[in-house]
């Protein structure tokens, strides 16, 4: 079967959905696009236009188009299989999947999903969902052992020594990760620690938690469940309820919770965000779409940071703040708490970070993960430079 992966809303996503398709979220271990794999062979997304060069899209004669905000399960994907050419998947009036030749789910046969998923209404479902999601994903990749460790055999031995290992889930073990002299206690859930990552000594790690490949946990780092630290990152300080997309770092002290942060992002030494206001009033966020602030109906919620934006060390950011793309935060004070995308300022004020500049910093930035930064790249950066101008009252 040839799936296709297809976006709707996508300006209720922003500032993420800006640089890439919803298949390229991560939730959990792995991106949304990675958790289909596992269950077919063929797999792409249809992304909007400006987008296609870099995300591509395989059409057959005969596909079945599933809504990249499905977060699969083995009921639904039963539900999947079954349908037939001209057949349209509902649940409650929302387009599940629809199997057709076209893009195209109008005049077909509707057939009700009885099954239960995980869906992803609005973009703070990336972390309240997180957690079950780490479970879920754990369940796919490895095989349903009753044992407390799994992984890379020639590792366990040594990681079980230097370790304190506390509750009965299991801890999961990739190829040339490296844990030492640390506390991981998987009473509310597993652990993953992805290939060649690594968790220094004096962390103190509560699962459910997903590191992916070559990140880094630094000395003394405190991350609470539900956080998943994504490829090629560097964290430090005290991580709640938080998702790495990947390639970003906080390397050093400070707090971030109940936040989702890009490709490509650093917050620098000392930065801390709130997640909880102050009158414990539910928390609302900038929305794209209504182009206003609304409320999430969560209590903790904190910062939402779009691809390729930095802070400076000392940053402190209000609940709820959404960060933009390209964005560069710094000096004292709270930042307001929706930052339009190539920003440059703070507190005081925000001037446009010139694309130019902003090239120059990208370029320096992807060249230290030896990932070139493409005309591709720029051509994407560009378009969504000249979409959020008016955001910056630039004309």
Same mark, same amino acid.
Request: hydrophobic content about 35%; charged content about 25%.
């Given at each position: ?37 596992? @269950? ?23 596909n079945i188009w599933i ?156 991350? @609470? ?21 990947? @390639? ?31 009158? @414990? ?71 446009i970070h010139k694309l ?40």
């Open positions: 079967m040839n799936i296709i992966l297809f976006d709707n809303n996508r300006s209720d996503f922003y500032p993420l959905s800006l640089t890439r398709p919803f298949a390229d979220f991560r939730v959990g271990i792995l991106t949304i696009k990675e958790k289909w794999e596992h @269950y077919f062979d063929s797999v792409s997304c249809n992304p909007i236009d400006y987008l296609s060069k870099k995300f591509n899209l395989n059409i057959e004669k005969d809504n990249s905000k499905v977060l699969p399960s083995k009921d639904v994907i039963t539900e999947i299989k079954s349908l037939r050419r001209g057949e349209v998947l509902k649940k409650e009036s929302e387009v599940i999947a629809f199997r057709n030749s076209e893009f195209s789910s109008g005049k077909l046969n509707s057939v009700e999903s009885n099954s239960e998923f995980n869906f992803i209404n609005s973009i703070t479902d990336i972390f309240t969902l997180n957690g079950d999601e780490i479970k879920s994903d754990i369940n796919n990749i490895f095989s349903k052992q009753d044992l407390e460790w799994q992984g890379d055999l020639n590792k366990l031995e040594e990681i079980k020594k230097s370790n304190i290992k506390i509750g009965k889930n299991s801890i999961y073990i990739e190829e040339g990760a490296v844990v030492q002299h640390c506390i991981l206690n998987t009473t509310n859930g597993p652990i993953y620690i992805g290939k060649n990552a690594e968790i220094m000594e004096g962390s103190m790690i509560r699962g459910p938690f997903a590191m992916c490949e070559n990140s880094v946990v630094k000395m003394g780092t405190k991350i @609470y469940g539900d956080t998943t630290i994504g490829p090629y990152c560097k964290v430090g300080g005290e991580i709640n309820n938080s998702v790495f997309f990947g @390639y970003s770092s906080k390397a050093h002290d400070g707090f971030l919770g109940n936040s989702i942060i890009g490709h490509w992002c650093n917050l620098g030494a000392d930065t801390n965000n709130s997640n909880l206001k102050n009158n @414990y009033d539910d928390v609302k966020i900038w929305n794209y779409s209504t182009e206003s602030f609304q409320q999430t109906g969560l209590q903790f919620c904190g910062l939402i940071m779009g691809d390729h934006s930095k802070c400076g060390i000392n940053t402190m950011f209000n609940t709820g703040t959404v960060v933009g793309v390209g964005v560069n935060i710094f000096g004292s004070g709270f930042p307001r708490n929706f930052i339009p995308s190539f920003s440059w300022g703070g507190s005081s004020g925000f001037i130019e500049k902003f090239f120059s910093t990208a370029e320096k930035v992807m060249k230290r993960r030896n990932i070139s930064f493409t005309d591709i790249d720029k051509k994407i950066l560009n378009d969504v430079y000249n979409m959020t101008k008016r955001y910056r009252n630039e004309k």
